[in-house]
T-cell receptor
């Protein structure tokens, strides 16, 4: 049973436009969510996170939105740049002992076309 | 800044062989973990450690052993390699449990093929 779902394996966006990557989760115990970016042959790198007490977090061109009632979060990249082309993983953790474990989605490959 | 260092980067093993994947971090992080990434599966937690001498199982621990004798090192041992263990392995570390401001840092990965 997949607890974190990224239903779009790939996404193509024109340079300068908005990229929206989506993530759904099923475990209501999750209360902390992260996005990681991964280039080929490299490890994932942390991008942005959000706690369940918030509904939005911004960091430069990156904004994460959380809709707890729908168990849905999204990552917005504005404007998209060719260097943003990578695989994006949504991940979740929960309080207590679960705070040491990240549950990942399968990833969405973003291609930003110049 | 080295961060999280994994060795080797690539390895080919024969079925039944054993080996150790090395992971070292120089950030004095308490928490370290091992994940495997398979095509179409995302990353799955194998084992983790919340400090020297303390380890626990993750989602897919079978066939792997870990130990944590120092804060810096967290090796992953494959006791008897099987083709199902062909994967890319990532080591990660963080200051403490994964809450706001304590994101995990990942190594560059070890690509393991078992034939």
């Amino acid at each position: 049973d997949q607890q974190v779902k990224q239903n779009s394996p790939s996404l193509s966006v024109q340079e300068g436009r908005i990229s929206i990557l989506n993530c759904d989760y099923t475990n209501s115990m999750f209360d902390y969510f992260l996005w990681y970016k991964k280039y080929p042959a490299e490890g994932p790198t942390f991008l942005i996170s959000i706690s369940s007490i918030k509904d939005k977090n911004e960091d430069g061109r990156f904004t994460v939105f959380l809709n707890k009632s729908a168990k849905h979060l999204s990552l917005h990249i504005v404007p998209s740049q060719p260097g943003d082309s990578a695989v994006y993983f949504c991940a979740a953790s929960r309080s207590g002992a679960g705070s040491y474990q990240l549950t990942f989605g399968k990833g969405t490959k973003l291609s930003v076309i110049p | 800044n080295a961060g999280v260092t994994q060795t080797p980067k690539f390895q080919v093993l024969k079925t039944g062989q054993s080996m150790t994947l090395q992971c070292a971090q120089d950030m004095n992080h308490e928490y370290m973990s091992w994940y495997r990434q398979d095509p179409g599966m995302g990353l799955r937690l194998i084992h983790y450690s919340v400090g020297a001498g303390i380890t626990d199982q993750g989602e897919v621990p079978n066939g792997y052993n870990v130990s944590r004798s120092t804060t810096e090192d967290f090796p992953l041992r494959l006791l008897s390699a099987a083709p199902s263990q062909t994967s890319v392995y990532f080591c990660a570390s963080s200051r403490r449990g994964l809450r706001e401001g304590t994101e995990a840092f990942f190594g560059q990965g070890t690509r393991l093929t078992v034939v």
